[in-house]
């Protein structure tokens, strides 16, 4: 008889954790992994494969933990995945590979993520290293990578382990994009992401930091330096606001701005770290995604008394993962759906005070395929906060474009690119979310292992 149901991960207490800033979701020991193993029925069709954006091999490597072979097991995970701990961590796999788990039809699904992150940590824990594929080819051509988030990660590691002399440019003091400066401690340590990395130091990949491109050298530059194609995995960094008036007043931040303080700055840990950050008493975040939970949580454990979500539709509606939705609200954050915000008022230090805000009803569906929110005429009230967090998505940085006219972009700024990940300029490539606009972790990766694929076929002429 197959246990209908998960077996749990460990997790902080809540009342401990609003306190720290330590991973909240303990992992599984090898007990609960073969346990939870045990469950997968092995299926021939296979269909958590195709729910995986990188068709991760799931029941071979499910197969092994059950068999207690974990090097086995990781080295299937490292064939498609070159961060596993991080997707282990940060994927929606409920909307992915365990949507579509056979057993989800019955009980709960298996739970792959989970079993990813046992096998990625144990892997960390034991120093083991990635192996370099059988080098078939006499490549000596160097590439370049734009930028060290998991698109310009994953694009390296492929290259890489195929015998291409590769460097990533990152503009940053420190690697891994937003894995590092967006997503905070207590969802992804950054020790799991730097070992993650020097993992793929091993490799042979070599990184340079503080180096923007766009600003230090320009595309033109690589290519005089002898780089015989380019990635560019930048990312979407520019935070976009609401243009709505006060919100140029002090206390009021992107959430861009305040997560990078609070996670690369290490703000949370002033005056120890350099980088202070304003602890308010009431803050109000707006948006529904991953980006608003996680500024949030972050706001509560900086001791905020009242934190509050303003969300223009209903939970239904909110893309975050459903998981971070159970967290935040665990944790104390009061959730104002249906909410929008019309303007924000300054006291005579131009500190914001409060923040008008405004009820909202449902309409018909917009481009997004969400119900559109329209704003109900005289709901109007006024909010006390001494902080404004706005998380309502970004856009790409600019830059690049700026100083590289002939790279093409679409009037939003995402570089544009043809079926085989080539954009407007010939041996320049691209992929992540400079291409899509904010999306996942793991769909970032997969476009720079596609880019990989193409980037080798246009050296060696196929
Ligand atoms: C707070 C937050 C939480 C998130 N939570 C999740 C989650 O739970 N699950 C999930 O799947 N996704 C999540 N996401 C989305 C996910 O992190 C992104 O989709 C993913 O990181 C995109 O990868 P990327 O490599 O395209 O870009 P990025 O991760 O943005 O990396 C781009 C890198 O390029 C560098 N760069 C930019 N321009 C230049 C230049 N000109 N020269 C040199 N370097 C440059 C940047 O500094 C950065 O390091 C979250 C995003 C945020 C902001
Ligand atoms: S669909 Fe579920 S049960 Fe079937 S092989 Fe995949 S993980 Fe195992």
Known sequence: MIEKKTVPMREQPVEQRIKNFDEVALGYSEEEAIKESERCLQCNKKPCVSGCPVNIEIPEFIKFIR?????????IIHQTDSLPAVTGRVCP???????????????EPISIGRLERFLADWEQK?????????????LSSKIAIIGSGPAGLACATDLAKIGYEVTVFEGYHKLGGVLTYGIPEFRLPKDIVE?????????????????????????????????????????????KFMGIPGENLNG??????????????????????????????????????????????????????????????????????????????????????????????????????????IKMDLKEPDFSGRRSPVPKQGSEFILDIDQAIVAIGTTPNPILQKTTPELKTKPTGEIITNEFCMTSIPGVFAGGDIVTGSATVITAMGAGRKAAYYIDRYLTNL
């Open 67 to 75: 068999e207690r072979k974990f090097q086995q097991g990781i080295d």
């Open 93 to 107: 796999q409920e909307d992915q590979c365990q949507a579509v788990c056979v057993l989800k039809k019955s009980g």
């Open 126 to 138: 034991n120093n083991k290293t990635i192996k370099k594929q059988n080098i078939t080819k006499n």
């Open 195 to 239: 070992k993650e990395i020097n993992l793929l130091k091993n490799l042979g990949v070599k990184f340079m930091t503080n180096i923007l491109i766009g600003r230090v050298l320009t595309i033109k530059d690589l290519f005089e330096l002898g780089f015989k194609a380019i990635f560019i995995g930048a990312g979407a960094g520019l935070p």
């Open 252 to 357: 009021i931040y992107s959430a861009n701005e305040y997560l990078t303080r609070t996670n690369l700055m290490k703000a949370y840990l002033f005056p120890q770290y350099d980088t202070p950050i304003k602890k308010a008493k009431n803050v109000l975040v707006i948006g529904g995604g991953n980006v608003a939970m996680d500024a949030a949580r972050t706001a509560i454990r900086l001791g905020a008394k009242n934190v509050y979500l303003a969300y223009r539709r209903s939970e239904q509606e909110m893309p975050a993962r459903e998981e971070e939705i159970v967290r935040a609200r665990e944790e104390g954050v009061k959730f104002m759906l249906l909410t929008g915000i019309t303007k924000y008022f300054g006291d005579e230090n131009g500190f914001v005070k409060q923040a008008q805000c």
